[in-house]
Structures are given as structure tokens and as C-alpha cells.
């Protein structure tokens, strides 16, 4: 089975700049959540989408927005990009039926601003 | 004070070694707690997931939860350098509460 896939792998972005990222869940999962992890440091928790309502928001400026389709895939939006939003952005899908669904994560998209 | 803290690192042991990652965290809510492994370039992979105090035990991996101290351990046997990788803890409170909270990550190398 197919895990969750995230595209693209790597991306370059300069200051200003706009990005889109995608994820598509495991199949059967309803829920994503996205994170962002910096260099040396654990994933922090940008949003939860279930059922395409968003069901969570962790402490993210206004310029990070998401969304998620009716195939359970999502986007996940970065506008007016800053040096500081360097970073390895995850996907992670789960069942989502319950609030204590294990997390599975993707590969990632590697996102530099320069 | 971060909910979560976590011994950076980096810890290195031989081949074979028993290996113990530890984190402690500050939240009371936390009622379920996780450990990933995560290699260079890749994303976190769910190797143990656990519901309040106790012990969990999968093949070479043993989870251990200690609320009342706020403590969190893996303990890895016959370490194998396949093994080497970042281990990440993390936690989240449930009832309503979606947000899995990580630390920092330990990174880990089993020399052969």
C-alpha cells in the first residue's frame, strides 16, 4: 500500500514568494495534519484537517492556510515567504475517526527561501 | 519551558549495546505517547504508541510511561547500526486535542 506521498521533494523559494505544497493520504485515511520541522529540532504542529474542516491550528502567522479536497488530499499554502520559513514540511494522514488516530507521516517537501 | 524536552545528543553505542532515549514532559493532559524514528532525509516512522502509565514491548523495542514522574523511555536491545537514526518522542492529550506535541529528537549512531 501506498503511504502518504508529498510533492515536490525539494523546493526553492525566494523571499516574498508564494508556495503550495500537496499531500495525498493513505487510502482509507480522512485526516492530515501538516508540520513544519527545522533543522535540529521536532516537528511543530501547523494545522489538522478531517472530513475538510479544519479541526486544529497550532501557532502559525496568517500567511500559512490549508485546505483539504473531497479525495482527502490537501494543500498546504505559505504566502509572503520569510528566510525563517526554511524548513522540512511534513504531511502526516491517519483514520482521524478518533482524536488519538496514529499519525503516519510522508517524506516531506524541503522548502528553502533565499 | 518546552511540554516536551529531550536529549539532543548525539549518543553513540556499539553494535549489540542496549540503548535507553528518554524525555520528560510537563503536561498533565498528555494522555498518549509516541516514539518515531526518523532517518536523514525522510520523514517520522510510528514506532511505538502507547496509552497512559505502562509498558509496551514490540520485538526489539520497549516503551515505558511513567506518568506520575512525567517520563518517557525506549529502550532498544542488540542494537544493529540499521538502528542509527534521530528517535523523536511525542505526545498528545486527546479530548478534543489533535496536536501531537515532539521533542527535539535524540540523535542515535550504533557503530559496528
Known amino acids: 500500500d501506498a503511504g502518504v506521498t508529498q510533492s515536490p521533494t525539494h523546493l526553492i523559494k525566494t523571499r516574498g514568494q508564494h508556495v503550495t505544497l500537496r499531500c495525498s493520504p493513505i487510502s482509507g485515511h480522512k485526516s492530515v495534519s501538516w508540520y513544519q520541522q527545522v533543522l535540529g529540532q521536532g516537528p511543530q504542529f501547523i494545522f489538522q484537517?478531517?472530513?475538510?474542516?479544519?479541526?486544529g491550528r497550532g501557532n502559525f502567522p496568517d500567511r500559512f492556510s490549508a485546505r483539504q479536497f473531497p479525495n482527502y488530499s490537501s494543500e498546504l499554502n505559505v504566502n509572503a515567504l520569510l528566510l525563517g520559513d526554511s524548513a522540512l514540511y511534513l504531511c502526516?494522514?491517519?483514520?482521524?475517526?478518533?482524536?488519538?488516530?496514529?499519525?503516519?507521516f510522508g517524506n516531506g517537501t524541503r522548502l528553502t527561501v533565499t | 519551558q518546552k511540554e516536551v524536552e529531550q536529549d539532543p545528543g548525539p549518543l553513540s553505542v556499539p553494535e549489540g549495546a542496549i540503548v535507553s532515549l528518554n524525555c520528560t514532559y510537563s503536561n498533565s493532559a498528555f494522555q498518549y505517547f509516541m516514539w518515531y524514528r526518523q532517518y536523514s532525509r525522510k520523514g517520522p516512522e510510528l514506532l511505538m504508541y502507547t496509552y497512559s502509565s505502562g509498558n509496551k514491548e514490540d520485538g526489539r523495542f520497549t516503551a515505558q510511561v511513567d506518568k506520575s514522574s512525567k517520563y518517557i523511555s525506549l529502550f532498544i536491545r542488540d542494537s544493529q547500526p540499521s538502528d542509527s537514526a534521530t528517535y523523536l518522542c511525542?505526545?498528545?492529550?486527546?479530548?478534543?486535542?489533535?496536536?501531537?506535541?515532539f521533542g527535539k529528537g535524540t540523535k542515535l549512531s550504533v557503530i559496528p
Open positions: 511525542a505526545a498528545l492529550a486527546g479530548a478534543g486535542s489533535y496536536q501531537l506535541t
Open positions: 502526516a494522514s491517519s483514520l482521524g475517526d478518533r482524536d488519538n488516530s496514529p499519525l503516519h
Open positions: 484537517y478531517y472530513e475538510k474542516e479544519e479541526r
